[in-house]
Structure formats: C-alpha cells, structure tokens
C-alpha cells in the first residue's frame, strides 16, 4: 500500500515563498505520475501541477510562472516550488500518486494547509 506524506505548509505573507514536500513508500514512485492539487474553503478540488515519470510538466494557468514541480526519485519525493504567494493561493495542498495503463490506480495525501496572509 502507499502512503503519501506531504510537508512543508504553514503561514507565509503575499510576495513570500514555500517549498512543499510530498514523500511517498513503497516502489511505485518513479514510474508513477505525480501531482499537486489545491481545495480552497467552498471550491472544488483543482489541479495545480503535475509531473511525468519522464518529468514533463504540467501547471495551472493561475500558478505558471509562479510555482514549479520537481522530483527526487532516489528520494521518493516530489516538491512544489511556490514563489510569489498571493492571498488567492490559500488552501490545502494535496499530493498524488497516479498511474498505471491497464489497472490504473491513485493515491491521495492528507494534505498541508498553506495560507498566504498579511
């Protein structure tokens, strides 16, 4: 089974920066896809960023230029990069595990709150 801790949230000011983690078990990691997701209070679940096994990237229009997607794989973790925080950025970061292409399966992290305030 994998487990998906993500690290790294907490409370930072407009303009500021953090550096989440998400460190994963098991042996799946460097052949699965990665992602970070954001739920802010009363809105849907969204896609920030995303990385490959072949660490092609993907980023939300809201967070390009702004955020980046890494990954470690001697590590089993991929990090989220975000510069510039702005208030509108303040949620709960989810980490996932995705993959597969005749099973596909998904793993969820529970999540790091981030919440940008002056």
């Known amino acids: 089974q994998v487990q998906l801790v993500e690290s790294g949230g907490g409370l930072v000011q407009p303009g500021g920066s953090l550096r989440l983690s998400c460190a994963a078990s098991?042996?799946?990691?460097?052949?699965?896809?990665m992602g970070w997701h954001r739920q802010a209070p009363g809105k849907q679940r969204e896609l920030v960023a995303s990385?490959?096994?072949?660490?092609?990237?993907n980023y939300a229009d809201s967070v390009k230029g702004r955020f980046t997607i890494s990954r470690e794989n001697a590590k089993n973790t991929v990090y989220l990069q975000m510069d510039n925080l702005a208030p509108e950025d303040t949620a709960v970061y989810y980490c996932?595990?995705?993959?597969?292409?005749?099973?596909?399966?998904?793993?969820w992290g529970q999540g790091t709150q981030v919440t940008v305030s002056s």
């Open positions: 098991g042996s799946i990691f460097s052949i699965s896809s």
């Open positions: 990385i490959t096994s072949g660490r092609s990237t």
């Open positions: 996932k595990m995705y993959g597969g292409t005749f099973a596909r399966y998904e793993y």
